[in-house]
């Protein structure tokens, strides 16, 4: 289930890629969309307690995403969004 967090005034939508690479099971990707416009941005982030995605994701507070959102690249840039144009 996506989640939202401020950064800079504007609402991100921040759910997982889904894409599954040599690392799955170390690793993941989120996206952060952001709310009312097409921008979107990918960073991997590799949990540090749960190893679910889900659960991982559900258990990471707002300060953290908001940090990882300062390490994400634009989507275009990003082989899990099929770098969108």
């Known amino acids: 289930m996506p989640r939202m967090i401020e950064v800079d005034g504007a609402l991100w939508e921040v759910s997982t890629t889904g894409r599954v690479t040599q690392y799955q099971r170390d690793e993941f990707g989120l996206r952060f969309r952001r709310r009312g416009g097409d921008e979107v941005r990918i960073v991997r982030y590799a949990p540090t307690s749960s190893r679910h995605v889900d659960a991982a994701l559900a ?3 707002d300060y953290q995403l908001r940090e990882l959102f300062g390490f994400s690249q ?3 840039t990003a082989p899990e969004t099929g770098y969108l144009r």
């Open 59 to 61: 258990e990471m507070p």
């Open 74 to 76: 634009p989507g275009r």
